[in-house]
């Protein structure tokens, strides 16, 4: 009976650990939607920091470039092996056979998006500080592991 007991118990203990699994694990799609709302996210930023920067609203766009910065270390675990396809990827198996690279690029754009915080204070030409740190990171990326659209 105590033997009935304690497998009853180690049973229960596996399917609670596996449950919890379950639940924290993301799914192929929502690994690739996020990571594609993530990079829109981005994008919509940059913009917003664009028109700030040309109003010279610069303390108002320094925390998108914070969340900027964020998003390319968060999307740093969006790239596993299972999502290289489905669910209208646009990223290319570039990304996973030069996986180093890739990363660096993102860690690069994430460290730049700071530097960008930090530059336009003391900037002469903000336009030409934004383009150096934020756009050519976009297209640095875009050029290399994105499909065309």
């Not at 033997?3 to 694990?25: E, G, V």
């Not at 890739?102 to 994430?110: I, P, R, T």
């Not at 903000?126 to 499909?147: D, G, P, T, Y």
């Amino acid at each position: 009976m105590i033997q009935k007991i304690k497998i009853i118990k180690i049973l229960i203990i596996i399917f609670s650990l596996n449950l919890a699994f379950s639940a924290n694990a993301q799914t192929v799609e929502e690994i690739i939607k996020g990571r594609k709302a993530m990079f829109s996210e981005n994008y919509q930023n940059a913009k917003k920091i664009s028109i700030l920067l040309k109003s010279k609203r610069i303390e108002e766009a320094k925390p998108l470039m914070k969340k900027i910065s964020d998003n390319y270390i968060k999307l740093l675990d969006y790239f596993p092996e299972n999502t290289k396809e489905g669910f209208k990827t646009e990223a290319l198996p570039s990304i996973w056979e030069n996986k180093d690279e890739f990363n660096a690029l993102m860690k690069k754009a994430s460290d730049d998006m700071i530097k960008l915080a930090k530059a336009i204070d003391t900037a002469e030409d903000v336009r030409v500080v934004q383009k150096e740190l934020m756009w050519s990171n976009c297209s640095a990326c875009h050029s290399r592991f994105r499909a065309p659209h």
